[in-house]
């Protein structure tokens, strides 16, 4: 039996919760819009017994050490699926509980290790949650206008502006289009920057998708300039349709393609020769055609 114990009510996932038979047990009475703030949770943890909590996310896992030392009987499961510096409580969770979970390389070596912990550390990539991408042919693109792809959530670190300004100085031929999914609060500033372009022929916002399937049908380019990174999730999907990447070398963005058979890998920051891979990639089929048929037989081995 899982039960599933958030901090708040709501949220994206309670109708999935709900409609999965899962109990799902919110702390605060009411939703209070604080992430941290945790009420009763070792009284709830003491009434349900289970025997194993296993912390998902940034707050839950701050709390995960206090967790341990005060229901010593049970086994507390710390996960580190972050690009972020650790704050002082996560670092000392990783100290004290049983096991840790971690998506990629870079985060075991880089977050964890440094924290010194004392429990085994079992590195899992993220899985593949999108069905029906591995029979895609996306990067293999007849005609243009080739599309370029980013799944992302609209935030800082996702760094969409450099993106869109590094397409903006891309030759107009061949003929290309942005397509940006997902949403956040970096979305509207965006789209106005988009429009001081003038690029809104060139550059749609399609929100958040359920569903990203479809996009990833009709891509040619996945491209991911994020500043921060562990595992990339789109970047897994991407190769897994089979379709090569453009991305900043950050976090585990490295663990998730193979620099120059499936994708170029950037040093970050580097927007000319972020610029320069995709005009290379958009002007060359063949070249497309072939990182393709790595990527999707790499992602088949490891992200299956």
């Known amino acids: 039996e899982t039960v599933v114990i958030t901090f708040r009510p709501g949220g994206a996932l309670a109708p999935d919760l709900a409609a999965a038979g899962v ?13 941290w703030f945790a009420p009763g949770l070792c009284p709830t943890l003491r009434r349900e017994a ?3 909590v296993l912390c998902m996310g940034r707050m839950a896992n701050c ?8 229901l010593k009987h049970i086994a507390v499961v710390a996960t ?19 096991g840790i ?50 799944i992302a959530m609209f935030r800082k670190e996702k760094n969409h502006f450099d993106l869109i300004d590094i397409c903006s100085r891309l030759p107009e ?24 372009l003038g690029l809104t022929s060139r550059v749609s916002f399609h929100g958040w998708a359920r569903d990203p399937s479809e996009f990833y049908e009709h891509a040619a380019i996945a491209v991911l ?10 970047l897994v999907e991407a190769q897994s349709a089979g379709i090569p990447v453009v991305a900043y070398d950050v ?9 120059g058979s499936s994708g170029i890998l950037i040093a970050p920051g580097d927007e000319a020769a972020f610029r320069a891979a995709l005009s290379s990639l958009l002007s060359n089929p063949a070249r497309r055609t072939a990182m393709a048929r790595t990527a999707r037989d790499r992602a088949a081995t490891l992200f299956n």
């Open 23 to 35: 109990r799902h047990v919110p702390l605060q009475p009411f939703d209070l819009g604080l992430d």
């Open 80 to 98: 580190v699926r972050t690009g972020k510096l650790l704050p002082h409580f996560y670092r000392d969770a990783l100290r004290t509980v049983r």
């Open 101 to 150: 979970i971690t998506n990629s390389e870079f985060a075991k070596r880089d977050l964890i290790l440094p924290a010194e912990p004392t429990a085994p550390i079992a590195v899992i990539p993220n899985a593949l949650l999108v069905s029906g991408l591995t029979d895609s042919d996306a990067a293999v693109v007849a005609e243009p206008p080739y599309r370029i792809l980013c």
């Open 173 to 196: 031929t061949p003929e290309w289009h942005l397509d940006l999914v997902g949403d956040g609060v970096q979305r509207k500033p965006c789209e106005v920057r988009v429009r001081e």
């Open 50 to 52: 289970p025997d194993v």
């Open 63 to 70: 709390h995960a050490g206090h967790v341990q030392r005060t």
């Open 225 to 234: 300039a994020s500043r921060r990174e562990s595992l990339p999730n789109f």
């Open 251 to 259: 976090g585990g963005c490295s663990e998730t393609f193979a620099d």
